[in-house]
Structure formats: structure tokens, C-alpha cells
């Protein structure tokens, strides 16, 4: 009788156990669908920036054009080849006429009056609306290749439409997918784009781009068909290929996109597995004593589950930070719960950097050229408005390759640190200081109240770098030329840039060490030797 009573109290306990850890399984499930769609929520927000980055690009584009008057097709893209940023941001950019008829194309293809997209429904709609639109996937008739469009109307000072820019994201190239590629979930997780028609934008399989989930063998899986319905979130269900996967969905809210993630469950979940094998044995000792303990356990092991879901939650809804989540438990729920915070805190350590990196130069820490060609374009909008004068000023080091020669390139590194810090102490708070290319830094002045002003903070900032660099024993004698150019109506970066850089030459050309300041007349570049 005692063994059939020890073996009762023994299967009544594991049988117990079996059960907590099924709702243990459950909720810790639940955890990792929300920490995966967390992760897809940050994609779709990160895609929608890229998407509103590259609208701002097109759309200040199609202001300058207006304001300069270019409306003839070699003026249109004479301009368009002087916006690098274009080029950076979108595979090919093209201008078409009133018609639909391509005026230029700066990626080549079809000659100007050869090809029209008259009929194509995003110049249709941006016709009529008179705005800018993103276009429903298709297939490039110029380059071939799978893309999408954004489009920007520009109109004369009549208001009447001159033109259309049209200009095209590569879905077959990696480059505006890459974020997503870096948060692939595990192994064999994956996540794609789909339009709300459910036409696939991106793929791990390329061959699927272009091509709509209805139309593909065995017809749209029920979770991809409540999508397209309008739904978000996450369900555990068979994947195309019938693997059972934690699959999610989440709307772009400016975009008819719906990004998307599959994550099989053998994967996902591998961690709950090894968890239920540990809890089951030591379920399994504590059962053979008293299987009616197992209550008190599950009751002691549920608490601080559902403290850690409840923070997550918290964390999810945004009312408090992830350090509230307890690190000091050593068991199962401590170490799912310091794999969440690396898992968090590595993820925004490195959304950080990534875009630090690309707006900083590395050396310096000064902002780099595309992060200084992006503030000035903002700040010449901004001295639009308010009429305030801006200046610019092109530098370089005297004889920088004279020092590398002499000194070592350690040396000359120490130099351009030592000069971007002085450089930046020399001038205000509020101006944009930035590494231009090697040895060459521009600095952009906002608000400037005369040409009088911009002398004085060029020569602020020689007597800063004429003090010796401590970068050797006895010091180094370090000097500069600047080259500066007062902003005015109608200025653009490119025109600022090239009248800064031609007042540098003329600054070298007197003798370094010194200044020149172009002329007061608006895209004059005549020097004021200081």
C-alpha cells in the first residue's frame, strides 16, 4: 500500500507539474511572441523613417529646383546631378514632363521623348492631387529591375506643373531592406514586406518579389489572409512550407506595407524545452516526498513569472525603462529575464552606434560630410524663412602632408584631433562643425548678423590653431587657411560649398595662414584677403 500510495503521490505530483508547466510554457510564450513582434514594431517604425527620409530628400530636391527656375531638361538635370543625396538614397532618379514623357533619367537608359509613363497610375494620382505619392510596386521599364517610386510634383512660381521627379527604390537590392536583415530572428527565422494588395516587396526567396501571395501555389495561408484584412499581432501557425511558426504582422502606418516575421517554434521556443526537461526533474524529486507540495511551487514559481510579464508589459506600453526588470534571480526566470535585458540593451547599443557611425566622422567625432550636407540643407530652409544671414567656411590644415611625411601618420591623426577640438571651441555653440574629406572641415554659421561678424570668427579661430599642438615633445607649429562665403537669397549647398572652397584657394594662394571672404553680392566669389 505505501508504494501504491508513494507512487499516487508521486504521479499526482508530476501530473501538477506537468500542468504549471504548461501555463508556465504559455506565458512564457507569450513573452517571446511580444519580445518578437517588439522587434517587428521597431522594423516597421525604423522602415517608415527610411521611407520619410528619402520623401524629405525628394521633396527639398524639388524646392530648390523651383526656386532656382530649373525647368528646361538640361538645366532639370544639370541640378539633379548636383544633389548628391539623390544618388545616395535611391537607385535612379527621373524627371518627367507634364505628360508622362521622361525628360532625363541620371541612371542612362531610355533617351529623353522615348518613353512615357503617362498611363502608369502613381503619375496619374500625382497629377491629380498635385502631391507627392509612393508608388505600388512594378517593374522598372527602363532598367528591368523589380522597384517602387517617389514621386514629387514641381510647379513654377504660377503654381502651374512644369514637371514630375520620379525616383526609384531597387527592391532587389539589400541596401534598403538591411535593418531588416539584422534583426532576423534565430537560424532559420525570417522577415519579409508585403503591400496591402499582397504583392511581395521583400524576401528571403528573391524570386518571390513582385509576385502576390494569392496567386502563388497553395493560395494565401489564413494568417497572411487576416493581415491583408487589416489585423496586427502575432499567431503561433503553419508557415507556407506548413512549418508550425510564430508568425506577425505589423502596418506601416504612412506606407501601404505590411512588414512581417516567421520564426519557426522549434526555435523560437528552444529555450522553454530545455526549461521544462530541468523543472520536470527537479518536480520529479520534490514529488516523491510530497506531491502535494508541487502547489506551493507552482504558486511560488508563478509570482515572479507574472511579475516579469507584468514588467514587460509596463516596458511594451512604455511606462517604465527595462531596468526594472529584476537581474538578481538564479534561477529559470532570472536567466530568461537577464536574456531579455542584454538582448534589449545590445539591440539599442547597437541602433545607437549604427547611427552615430553614420552621422559622425570616427577619427574627430565632428559630424561627417553626409551629416553636414544634411544640416546645411536644412539650415539654408531655415534661412529661408527667417532671413538670417548664414555662412560658410572651407578649411584645411597648411602643409598637412608635409607633417604626415615628417611625423608619422600617428602624429597626423593626433593633429586632426587637436584641430577638430580647437575648431570646435573656437566657434558658437550652435554652429555645424564637420569633417569635410582628410584634412579639410567646414563649418556652417547660422544666424549671423553681418559679413563683419564672419571675419571676426575666422580670425577667432586662427589665433586658436596658431598656439602650438602638443601632439610632440617640443610642440608642432600648426596653421590654417580658411576659406568663407556669406549665404543670400537663392543660395544653394552646392553654390555655397564651391564659393567657400574657391575663397580657400585664394587664402593658400596669398600665403596661408589667413582668410578670404568672397564678395556681398549674392554667388559672387571675389576675396577680401584678411
Not at 44 to 67: H, P, S, W, Y
Not at 231 to 260: E, Q
Not at 371 to 394: I, K, N, P, Y
Request: net charge neutral; charged share 20%; proline share 3%.
Amino acid at each position: 500500500m505505501t508504494v501504491i500510495v508513494g507512487a499516487l503521490v508521486f504521479l499526482s505530483g508530476m501530473l501538477l507539474a506537468l500542468y504549471a508547466i504548461n501555463i508556465v510554457e504559455r506565458d512564457m510564450a507569450q513573452l517571446v511572441g511580444d519580445r518578437e513582434y517588439a522587434l517587428l514594431s521597431s522594423a516597421a517604425a525604423q522602415m517608415e523613417q527610411d521611407l520619410n527620409a528619402k520623401r524629405t530628400v525628394l521633396r527639398v530636391t524639388a524646392e530648390g529646383m523651383q526656386a532656382a527656375g530649373a525647368y528646361d531638361p538640361a538645366a532639370v538635370r544639370n541640378y539633379l546631378q548636383r544633389v548628391p543625396s539623390l544618388g545616395q538614397q535611391f537607385f535612379n532618379t527621373v524627371a518627367l514632363d507634364a505628360n508622362g514623357v521622361l525628360l532625363t533619367s541620371l541612371a542612362g537608359g531610355a533617351a529623353a521623348g522615348q518613353a512615357t509613363v503617362a498611363a502608369r497610375a502613381y503619375f496619374r494620382d500625382t497629377v491629380r492631387t498635385r502631391k507627392g505619392v509612393l508608388s505600388p510596386p512594378l517593374r522598372s521599364a527602363l532598367s528591368g529591375k523589380p522597384i517602387v517610386l517617389l514621386t514629387e510634383p514641381v510647379f513654377d512660381a504660377a503654381g502651374v506643373l512644369q514637371f514630375v521627379l520620379a525616383a526609384s527604390i531597387d527592391l532587389s537590392q539589400p541596401d534598403f531592406f538591411e535593418h531588416l536583415d539584422r534583426l532576423k530572428p534565430g537560424r532559420h527565422g525570417y522577415l519579409f514586406v508585403l503591400t496591402t494588395d499582397g504583392v511581395i516587396l521583400h524576401h528571403p526567396e528573391p524570386g518571390r518579389v513582385l509576385r502576390n501571395v494569392a496567386d502563388e501555389k497553395g493560395g494565401i495561408v489564413p494568417s497572411t489572409r487576416q493581415a491583408l484584412e487589416g489585423k496586427d499581432g502575432w499567431v503561433l501557425a503553419p508557415n507556407k512550407a506548413g512549418v508550425n511558426s510564430l508568425i506577425g504582422y505589423r502596418r506601416l502606418a504612412n506606407a501601404d506595407w505590411i512588414v512581417g516575421i516567421v520564426y519557426p517554434t522549434a526555435e523560437a521556443f528552444a529555450p522553454l524545452v530545455a526549461m521544462r526537461q530541468r523543472a520536470l526533474l527537479r518536480t520529479g524529486i520534490a514529488a516523491v516526498a510530497a506531491g502535494l507540495l508541487g502547489l506551493l511551487a507552482i504558486a511560488i514559481l508563478l509570482r515572479p513569472l507574472e511579475t516579469l510579464r507584468h514588467q514587460v508589459a509596463r516596458i511594451r506600453r512604455g511606462d517604465a525603462g527595462i531596468d526594472i526588470i529584476d537581474l538578481t534571480r538564479r534561477d529559470e526566470i532570472g536567466a530568461l529575464s537577464r536574456a531579455i535585458h542584454a538582448l534589449t540593451e545590445e539591440r539599442a547599443i547597437a541602433d545607437a552606434e549604427s547611427a552615430r557611425l553614420a552621422r559622425t566622422d570616427s577619427l574627430t567625432g565632428l559630424c561627417n560630410r553626409r551629416m553636414m550636407e544634411s544640416e546645411l540643407d536644412m539650415a539654408l530652409l531655415r534661412q529661408r524663412r527667417s532671413h538670417a544671414e548664414l555662412g560658410v567656411a572651407f578649411l584645411d590644415i597648411d602643409h598637412f602632408k608635409h607633417i604626415n611625411d615628417s611625423h608619422g601618420h600617428a602624429t597626423g591623426d593626433a593633429v586632426l584631433v587637436e584641430f577638430a577640438r580647437r575648431l570646435r571651441q573656437a566657434v558658437r555653440a550652435t554652429d555645424i562643425v564637420a569633417r569635410y574629406a582628410g584634412d579639410e572641415f567646414v563649418v556652417v554659421f547660422e544666424g549671423l548678423s553681418s559679413a563683419e561678424e564672419l571675419a571676426a570668427l575666422a580670425t577667432k579661430i586662427l589665433e586658436a590653431i596658431r598656439v602650438p599642438f602638443p601632439v610632440i615633445a617640443e610642440g608642432l607649429q600648426v596653421t590654417t587657411s580658411i576659406g568663407l562665403t556669406l549665404g543670400r537669397a537663392g543660395s544653394t549647398r552646392e553654390s555655397l560649398l564651391k564659393c567657400a572652397d574657391e575663397a580657400l584657394y585664394a587664402a593658400k594662394a596669398a600665403g596661408r595662414n589667413g582668410f578670404a571672404i568672397d564678395g556681398t553680392v549674392a554667388g559672387a566669389c571675389g576675396t577680401g584677403q584678411a
